[in-house]
């Protein structure tokens, strides 16, 4: 089984490396079998050369509908393609391969001392849908908040979609103010007042003061000043012996919701390393 992974993977490096005019512009493709390393294309050659101590490289699955691969960039001591997609932007993730990477205040996701990866976030997801919590005062204001409930869910603020909770408990009025912020929902309070005046009171989540007499209209277009679009910016780091892969993220747009399952499935890791080690075995490096 090992001469056999050797001979397939020195086949593969001499198709790879004489058999293609635009290395730079192949897909970095995953293996089809991930523990049978059969073939590979010039790309993932390319990143090997450029970090030659990297146990991994990034490597490509089938994409999304939509996605489409950039072309690789390799340099000396570091390597870097891109993904774009018709929905969530041009280059909305740039992957870097590099011998080591600073993870700053990301986040321990994966892995450990015993793992051969460790994994670490530092990411935000603003998705795609927002709830909005609507407190009438006395219960007496039903009627009038189920109406702004209604136009609510009848349209998209930013692309997001409108989810309405009434917060109906009998606790204080300032509570309840204070439990949406710890969620990050905006409050739209609903008095006596503003059922006969057809306006309410809207507090966001970020802010102290609160918006007061708003009409309907001033009330929806506050809310779309206020609400962000759909996104999901920030890094991912998977740090492994002798390099580290970085997954840069600028998304916006519909479809940032699934985008860190999507990703895992289309970006996987190359053996790098084993097929370098079978490679010395078999003399084809020195």
Not at 10 to 20: D, H, P, Q, R, V
Not at 130 to 149: D, M
Not at 224 to 237: Q, R, V
Request: hydrophobic share 40%.
């Amino acid at each position: 089984m090992i001469r056999r992974l050797l001979a397939l993977v020195a086949l593969a490096l001499l198709a790879s490396s004489c058999g293609n005019n635009q290395l730079g512009r192949s897909v970095p493709a995953c293996p089809a079998d991930p523990d049978v390393v059969s073939t590979f294309t010039g790309a993932i050659v390319l990143q090997m050369q450029a970090v030659d101590t990297a146990e991994f490289v990034p490597c490509l699955n089938d994409l999304k509908a939509g996605w489409s691969y950039e072309h690789l960039v390799p340099e000396r001591g570091r390597s870097r393609f891109w993904l774009d997609s018709d929905r969530i932007g041009s280059r909305f993730l740039e992957v870097t391969l590099a011998p080591s990477c600073d993870v700053g205040a990301a986040t321990l996701v994966g892995g450990g001392d015993d793992e051969v990866i460790t994994e670490y976030r530092d990411v935000e997801l603003i998705g795609s849908s927002v709830t909005i919590v609507i407190v009438p005062v006395t219960g007496r204001e039903t009627g009038y908040a189920e109406a702004i409930e209604s136009e609510l869910e009848a349209r998209q603020i930013n692309d997001r979609s409108v989810f309405v909770v009434f917060d109906t408990t009998d606790d204080p009025l300032a509570d309840k103010v204070a439990a949406a912020a710890r969620r990050g929902r905006p409050i739209i309070v609903v008095g006596e007042q503003d059922a006969q005046d057809k306006t309410a009171t809207l507090r966001m989540p970020d802010e102290a003061g609160s918006a007061r007499g708003l009409e309907l209209n001033d009330l929806f277009d506050r809310l779309e000043a206020l609400l962000p679009s759909p996104s999901f910016e920030g890094t991912w780091y998977r740090v492994f012996e002798g390099g580290c892969i970085t997954y840069a993220f600028d998304a916006s747009g519909p479809g940032v919701d699934r985008l860190a399952e999507d990703v895992e499935e289309a970006v996987g890791l190359f053996p790098a390393g084993v097929v370098r080690r079978a490679l010395r075995a078999s003399g084809f490096l020195g």
